[in-house]
């Protein structure tokens, strides 16, 4: 499955920085203005798996291919922008094509980069946000309601089950609160689901901080993940200048960089980590001698759902998985090995899949 993540902020906070880094690239235009971004850039980049390179010399693959996880730079928003303020709300629809929300928090001290509000308050930065991403939902759901209602007193009950959710959801949004706060039944998920709300992303709360407190944070940083907190969200201190920087670098001098940082890993590989672990996803493995991979899942996906991310036909088909976990294919020289020392399982349609499996999927078309 497809991770994608939609990069949000205020303009001037450090998103296209991040972006830019993030994806190695120089697709977004970073600049000391507001709106510098006017498209919403979108960029691949691979999952950091440090397993799939022990994976691939153990069974003898000549290409090792990571999972991919997407980010998509939003124009940044001000203070109106439900209402056409700034770039107004037209980049606020990329965002319900993502599976997460990155909300970037200026936490930063800069004379020479302008801050459209003036001021240096990454808490106030987040309320401007989601009160937008608020009022934004509240006015996509209220102009449903009145054809659903209509829909509904003809008998049609889809319309009747989607008039029940709206209304879930407007309540607390009529409050000022955003709709993920909503007490929503099981069975109803997916119907949820469906609505597509700004308010009811996964939100990650990314603090840009500069150089010297990249490691540890800072009292700005601080702030913000003690709102994480209280939000029941995520969050994770980044540095997009060395970010940037360290985009530039080639492995080896990459490693010495971040040591002379005191660093031990590139903040993407932690801000990957905070939104797997903020969806609830794992990561499984094949393996051969043409390649390596890694493929991402659900927490609790089962064998033929895993199979599916693959192929629908696997999914359809399947009949069994051969499963070896990770350390057990590793330490006994592959698939034979493992098979020979009895660490080879065969598992049904029930089985739940581990982090770490590697597998090889028997099904039938």
Known sequence: MALKVAIVGLPNVGKSTLFNALTQTAAAQAANYPFCTIEPNVGEVAVPEP???ALARAAGSKEIIPARITFVDIAGLVRGAAQGEGLGNQFLANIRDCDAVALVARCFVDTDITHVEGRIDPIDDLDIIETELMIADLESLEKRVPALEKKAKGGDKDSQTTLRLINL???PLRAGRPARVADVPEDDRKAWRMLQLLTTKPALYVCNVDEGAAGEGNEFSALVQAR???????SVVISAQIESEIAMLDADER???LETLGLHE???NRLIREAYALLGLRTYFTAGPKEAR?????VGATGPQAAGVIHTDFEKGFIRAETIAFE???RLGGEAGARDAGKLRSEGKEYVVRDGDVMNFRFNV
């Open 51 to 53: 397993r799939l390179d």
């Open 169 to 171: 959801a407007l309540e």
């Open 228 to 234: 994480a907190t209280r939000d029941g969200a995520n």
């Open 255 to 257: 490693a010495e960089f």
């Open 266 to 268: 590139p903040g993407l």
């Open 294 to 298: 890694a493929w991402t899942i659900p």
């Open 328 to 330: 057990d294919y590793v």
